[in-house]
T-cell receptor, first 114, second 112 residues
Framework: DARVTQTPRHKVTEMGQEVTMRCQPILGHNTVFWYRQTMMQGLELLAYFRNRAPLDDSGMPKDRFSAEMPDATLATLKIQPSEPRDSAVYFCASARASGVNEQFFGPGTRLTVL | AQSVTQLDSQVPVFEEAPVELRCNYSSSVSVYLFWYVQYPNQGLQLLLKYLSGSTLVKGINGFEAEFNKSQTSFHLRKPSVHISDTAEYFC??????????FGTGTRLTIIP
């Protein structure tokens, strides 16, 4: 049963600390998306990659957020330094090949920054 | 401007009654349309999609949606809902590429 996995599922941290969220896309999927979900803004696309190369990170605050794909089985989203307004659920999704395909979502990382 | 609108933030429905969740979009290019469902504390799961062909598409769990190009709508319907359909439903649109723009979601509550 192929699934997108995300770790950690929950993270509570203090303002100013670094936060790293990890995602393992479905094997064979070469497009990976990072979303943020909040009550106020809904689901926002932060960044996405194809074949490990960033294609669009225009939705991401550049000063504190960074996204990478060190290899085909791992995508990371890092926040440094974290702020209370970063509290949200962060979802990773993966899709097969290019073009318009179904995105498969992970269970999310619920981040709380105190 | 390209946008997705889900006008109803909450929809309460009695069990076994029909339901329609509305989705409208604005676009100057061809679109691809999706409905996703999110159960509490879970990620999003695809219900159905329209890429081309028949404008009436059927998805999982008895849901269906109809693409209406003239009204720029893609409303989701189910003839008889169950308690297990309680969830948040998101309409999503691709404006010609692999990125999806999501609506603000509709919370469906089933009343026993």
């Amino acid at each position: 049963d192929a699934r997108v996995t995300q770790t950690p599922r929950h993270k509570v941290t203090e303002m100013g600390q670094e936060v790293t969220m990890r995602c393992q896309p479905i094997l064979g999927h070469n497009t990976v998306f990072w979303y943020r979900q909040t009550m106020m803004q809904g689901l926002e696309l932060l960044a996405y990659f194809r074949n490990r190369a960033p294609l669009d990170d225009s939705g991401m605050p550049k000063d504190r957020f960074s996204a990478e794909m060190p290899d085909a089985t791992l995508a990371t989203l890092k926040i440094q330094p974290s702020e209370p307004r970063d509290s949200a659920v962060y979802f990773c999704a993966s899709a097969r090949a290019s073009g318009v395909n179904e995105q498969f979502f992970g269970p999310g990382t619920r981040l709380t920054v105190l | 401007a390209q946008s997705v609108t889900q006008l109803d933030s909450q929809v309460p429905v009695f069990e076994e009654a029909p339901v329609e969740l509305r989705c409208n979009y604005s676009s100057s290019v061809s679109v691809y349309l999706f409905w996703y469902v999110q159960y509490p504390n879970q990620g999003l799961q695809l219900l159905l999609k329209y890429l081309s062909g028949s404008t009436l598409v059927k998805g999982i769990n008895g849901f269906e949606a109809e693409f209406n190009k003239s009204q720029t709508s893609f409303h989701l319907r189910k003839p008889s809902v169950h308690i297990s359909d309680t969830a948040e439903y998101f309409c999503a649109v691709s404006f010609g590429n692999e990125k999806l723009t999501f609506g603000t979601g509709t919370r469906l509550t089933i009343i026993p």
